[in-house]
């Protein structure tokens, strides 16, 4: 089996989806990669290095390969030059992104969504949603520190003391948690909220305050994942962020809810309020944002609070995401083939979780159920 890897298409994208230490390992008699040219230039590896790791180089990755990895979405371009019959491995957000996975179906490729590994303690080394969350964490804290005029850490200095800044985490998963850690590593004095009750241990444990309010256990699924509330709940919660939002200096958003449109924390009246010079770094922008006035894909200024809306912090440290998702990606690599050809064992919990289109079908039920639902 061949397997390709294309140059990322995304604007702004510099990650590649398998680095030449995971090829040089997974290769074999039955097993071979093929590289598009320069398709590691954006997290500095060169096309010498995969070469030197057994890859062969070339122009197209999609007319000689039995299974093309990438990591986000193909365009419609992209979808056109799969080969029918052959085989994904990609991001694919297929709650949304209808047509694409329609177009898998009919062109009978078997597709697997990075999205949707399961989120289970064996399938952990899978889990790029997880691994680029952390990349993300680390990124917002350092991009919130760039737009702040003011230093994170106390300083005493000849000129006076340097009071810490403040930052508050909303949404404690694993780019809250990480950002909570960089934070406090840089100095800062650092606040958490989250919906979920066994979110405060884990802030309190990483050394920040965690702002609590009465906090049902109904707030989370059996997954983990944040639940919608109650109107009440709503109204407690909007005026416990409005009072944070009017003493801290830098606000890191992540608040997701799964399947759904991110919800709205941050209102704009809480920005008419916040301190001139402080900054929101919302990290839910690809789902719409927390922050009312968050604009997906830019940095925006309102009232003298600078709200950056950039999405895919990971591209900004290619290296390292690079890396984590490469070393996810081999993993599953591993999962699903054997002796160089997929295989389609469904009562493999990590298959069955991630296979959205084979054999001209949509066998992902929840996925199915959405589309059609859609109609």
Known sequence: MIIGIPKESLIGET????????????????????????????????????????????????SGSDLIVRINPPSNEELSKLKDGTFLVSLLTPFTNHDLIKQLAVKKISSYCLELIPRSTYAQSMDVLSSQATVAGYRAVLNAASHMGKFFPMLMTPAGTIKPATVLIIGVGVAGLQAIATASRLGAKVEAFDVRPAAREQVESLGAKFLYMDLDDAAETDSGYAVEMNEEFIRKEMELLHDAAKRV???????????????????????????????????????????????????????????????????????????????????????????????????????????????????????????????
Do not use: W
Request: charged share 25%; glycine share 8%.
């Open 15 to 62: 990650r590649i989806a398998v680095l030449p230490d995971e090829i040089k390992r997974l290769s074999s008699e039955n097993l071979t990669f093929i590289i598009e040219t320069g398709a590691g230039t954006g997290s500095f590896i060169s096309d010498e290095e995969y070469s030197n790791a057994g890859a062969e180089i070339v122009h197209d990755v999609y």
């Open 249 to 375: 200096d830098a606000i890191i958003t992540t608040a997701l809810i799964f399947g759904k449109k991110a919800p709205i924390l941050i209102k704009d009246y809480m920005v008419n309020d916040m301190q001139p010079g402080s900054c929101i770094i919302d990290l839910a922008a690809e789902n719409g944002g927390n922050c009312d006035l968050t604009k997906p894909g830019e940095i925006i200024h309102h009232n003298g609070v600078t709200i950056d809306g950039r999405l895919n912090l990971p591209a900004q440290i290619p290296y390292h995401a690079s890396q984590m998702l490469s070393k996810n990606i081999s993993k599953l690599l591993t999962e699903i083939t054997e002796e160089g050809k997929i295989k389609f064992d469904m009562e493999n919990e990590i298959i069955k979780g991630c296979l959205v289109t084979h054999e001209g079908n949509i066998v992902h039920e929840m996925t199915k159920n959405i589309i059609e639902g859609a109609k």
